[in-house]
C-alpha cells in the first residue's frame, strides 16, 4: 500500500493507523511512515497515542531526513512493526 499526504487533516490520523494495523500482519507486518516534519509534529500526541494504544513498536525513527538548509524539506521516517 503507498499513500501521500494522508495526515493533512487531524481527522485522518486515527484512521491511517487504524488501517495499517488492520494490513499489516501481526509481529511480521511493517510499515516505513514518511512525512513532513512540520505536519508530523503538529500531529506527534495523537499518533504517539495512536501507536501505543494500537501496538506499533518503532523500529527505527529519523527525525531529519532531506534538506539541512530548509524546513519545509525536512522529514520524519520511521519504521513501525504491527506488534500482537
Same mark, same amino acid.
Given at each position: 500500500? $503507498?499513500?501521500?499526504?494522508?495526515?493533512? !487533516?487531524?481527522?485522518? $490520523?486515527?484512521? !491511517?493507523? =487504524?488501517? #495499517?494495523?488492520?494490513?499489516?500482519? =501481526?509481529?511480521? %507486518? =511493517?510499515? !516505513?511512515?514518511?512525512?513532513?516534519?512540520?505536519?508530523?509534529?503538529?500531529?506527534?500526541? @495523537?499518533?504517539?497515542? #495512536?501507536?501505543?494504544? #494500537?501496538?506499533?513498536?518503532?523500529? @527505527?525513527?529519523?527525525? @531529519?531526513? %532531506? $534538506?539541512?538548509?530548509?524546513?519545509?524539506?525536512?522529514?520524519?521516517?520511521?519504521?513501525? =512493526?504491527?506488534?500482537?
Amino acid at each position: 500500500m $503507498v499513500c501521500s499526504d494522508v495526515i493533512y !487533516l487531524p481527522e485522518c $490520523v486515527e484512521p !491511517l493507523f =487504524k488501517s #495499517l494495523k488492520y494490513f499489516l500482519k =501481526k509481529d511480521t %507486518g =511493517k510499515c !516505513l511512515f514518511v512525512n513532513n516534519r512540520i505536519r508530523i509534529d503538529i500531529f506527534s500526541e @495523537e499518533i504517539a497515542r #495512536l501507536l501505543q494504544e #494500537l501496538n506499533f513498536e518503532i523500529l @527505527e525513527d529519523n527525525q @531529519e531526513v %532531506g $534538506v539541512p538548509e530548509n524546513e519545509d524539506m525536512k522529514f520524519r521516517v520511521v519504521l513501525l =512493526k504491527h506488534s500482537s
